[in-house]
């Protein structure tokens, strides 16, 4: 394939792997890890949750939601409770949860990748299509990073 502007040949399969790399999405992973922490913060009162009402109540399969659980204890939002009478909390107050938070500790950091000047050998539109993506991808986590998840219950 010829670029017209810049005339140089450009491989397709090279250009389907930089755009599959820009794409900005949140796993079905962090889409439950969400849910959960939501489930959580609206029943806050009772102090502990058992997984499986989670489960039941979103129909996540009970082993993927644990892992899911497991992840976000990790990074300390939720707190574990082992025992017959265990199950999951808030780690933190929900005000101090943000869901910035919880996509990083399920899909890891929201970080720019897509390396075009390397690709393009340092042209100067490819050095300003990176710089355009890492601003959007700020905002992006400036938006997930300001809300909190008790700003967006009830």
């Known amino acids: 394939m010829v670029s017209a502007r810049f005339g140089q040949i450009v491989e397709p399969y090279r250009c389907c792997t930089i755009l599959k790399e820009t794409k900005m999405r949140i796993s079905r992973s962090t889409g439950y890890a969400l849910l959960a922490v939501g489930y959580l913060a609206q029943h806050q009162k009772q102090r502990i949750i058992l997984s499986q009402d989670i489960s039941k109540k979103y129909n996540i399969p009970l082993e993927y939601l644990l892992k899911i659980l497991q992840q976000l204890v990790k990074a ?38 897509l390396d075009l000047a390397e690709h393009a050998r340092g042209e100067r539109f490819a050095a300003k299509v990176e710089q355009t993506y890492s601003r959007a991808l700020a905002q992006a986590r400036a938006v997930f990073d300001k809300a909190k998840v008790g700003d967006l219950l009830g």
């Open 76 to 113: 300390n939002i939720l707190r574990s409770k082992r025992g017959p009478r265990g199950g999951f909390s808030l780690a933190r107050p929900i005000k101090k949860i943000s869901l910035l938070q919880v996509i990083e500790a399920v899909d890891g950091p929201m970080v720019s990748q």
